[in-house]
Structure formats: C-alpha cells, structure tokens
C-alpha cells in the first residue's frame, strides 16, 4: 500500500480558487471514509489476552461492521493496546491477504498516516517464485482449463501462498516513511497473530502505548488519551492486470493474482477512521 503526498499548485484555469477549493472539497466528500469519525471507547482490560489468532479472549467485546462484513475490539491497560479483528466472509479474507489489511495510529486523535501496521501483508509483497519449465507448462494448461470452467475469482492463487502473507508483518514508522517487512513474532515490542480456524480468521494484535527503547514501534500515548485509528484494505480491481486476466506472475501451481471479468463482485474497499477514547484505568464497581 502506497503512501501518496498530492500538492497542489500553479494557476486554477477556468475556476476561481474559492470555485476551485468548493470542487475539491466536493471531491474529498466522495471518498469513501472521509465523512465522519467512528467513535469508539476502549475498556480497561479486565482479563488476561493471550495473542493466538482465537477469538475466546473477545467474546461479548465485539462490535460489528455491517456492510464492511467486519467483527472488531479494543481493549487497553497500562501499558498495551489490544486489538481483534474476526472476519467471517470467504472473499473479505482473501481481500485481505491479496491487498493487505492496514492499521494507522495517530497519537494526537486525527487521520495521520505517518505509523501504521499492516498484517496480513499484500501477497505482492511476498518473494516471487519463479517456475521451471514444467511448472509453467503446468500453470498454462491450469489457466485454460480454468476459464473452461470459469471457476470463481481468487481460485488461481494456491493456498499455501495466501498463507504465507499471514506470517509476516509490514511497519511504517515510527520516524521513517518507508515499510519493512518482518517475520510476524519478530517485530520488537509488537504481538500478533493470525490464523484461519473453520473458515473463520482472527487477527489479534499487541501494541505498546509507549515509545521508548524497549518498544521503538510503540503508538506514543497514554491511557486516558484519544487516539486515531485507521481501518484500511483496498478495492479488489480487474485494473492493471496482465494478459489472460491475471494479475500477477507464474509460480509453481498456478498464478499467483486474481481473475478479472465483467460480471466479478470485487469486494468494496474499507477505509475507516475512529476516535478511541483509551480506558484511563479499571472501571469502579
């Protein structure tokens, strides 16, 4: 997922600048998660939070994202956020793991994009895996047999290779514009963990509240404080694809993209941002 800086500047041709500021205002409330903030409380955790991509620790904690098909939860102590994620729908999974799923933190409650975590990572993020020539041979007689049978999207991609996007871990930041990308329990001062258990995905994650030496990937805040926090997967799109109607490059086994066509239904993009008001401390009885 790239980051993108668009200046504006020079003459205005035909328009004014107030009728030119009013067009780009107009354009920014067409963009899908520009209007208004969620609103989001995160109690004071209560109980113990193992990080193991299962959902036992959250039940009763979840809320729920109708139309994005998207179970969540905070939580916080002292010293940790926590968050999880429960993703139920078969084509919003894989969304996440060809796309990559995005968490922006802004310490100051607004929609800064400069410290973000994304996990699952996009799956054109892995290594590429370059086939002999048999296993190219093999990918072509597997791509006509599947428009022979016009299988549906995302069956061209092998489940080994989506899961492989479940271990690993992209962070932006903190003091950098630039993504690395590290092995899931390799990252300092961060727990995660991702799993598909019975066709459901839970995505669990650790992050210090704190920056210092022992956490230099913490979000830099407090309990009590108001957080921003970004939800993001993009559109899924026939766009840019390559011949054939893949995206992607050949690799043992398949393709290793998505298949395009004119009467798909790509899942729509979630692009949300949220006011978290952080738990101060325990709850009175």
């Known amino acids: 997922m790239q980051k993108r800086l668009i200046g504006f500047g020079g003459t205005f041709g035909r328009f004014s600048p107030i009728a030119a500021m ?44 109708e139309k994005e098909n998207v179970s969540f939860g905070l939580m916080n102590d002292q010293n940790d956020l926590y968050f999880c994620v429960v993703v139920k729908e078969a084509n919003r999974q894989q969304q996440m ?52 049978e016009q299988r549906p999207m995302y069956q061209a991609i092998p489940e080994q290779r989506l899961q492989e996007t479940l271990k690993r871990l992209k962070v932006d930041g903190p003091g950098k514009d630039i993504w690395e990308i590290f092995p899931i329990d390799k990252v300092k001062g961060i727990e995660a963990s991702i799993k598909i258990t019975e066709g459901i995905l839970v ?3 650790r992050m210090p509240l704190v920056r210092d030496e022992q956490s230099p990937n913490g979000i830099n805040t407090k309990p009590g404080r108001l957080l921003g926090l970004g939800m993001q997967i993009p559109t899924l799109s026939s766009s840019g694809m390559g011949a054939g109607g893949y995206r992607g490059e050949r690799f043992a086994g398949g393709i290793m993209g998505m298949r395009g066509g004119k009467n798909e239904k790509w899942p729509k993009e979630i692009n949300l941002w949220a006011k978290v008001q952080l738990a101060a401390g325990p709850s009175l009885p």
């Open 22 to 65: 009013a067009l780009i205002v107009l354009a920014l409330m067409a963009v899908p998660g520009l209007g208004k903030d969620l609103e989001l409380k995160s109690p004071w955790r209560d109980q113990p939070i193992t990080i193991d991509g299962a959902s036992e620790d959250w039940a009763g904690k979840l809320q729920t994202l």
């Open 97 to 148: 793991m060809l796309q990559g799923f995005v968490l922006w933190f802004d310490a100051k409650g607004g929609h800064s994009t400069s410290f973000g975590i994304e996990c699952p990572i996009s799956i054109y993020d892995l290594p590429i895996q370059f086939p002999s020539g048999l296993e190219a041979l093999q990918g072509q007689q597997q791509e006509k047999q599947e428009k022979k």
């Open 203 to 205: 995505y669990e994650l």
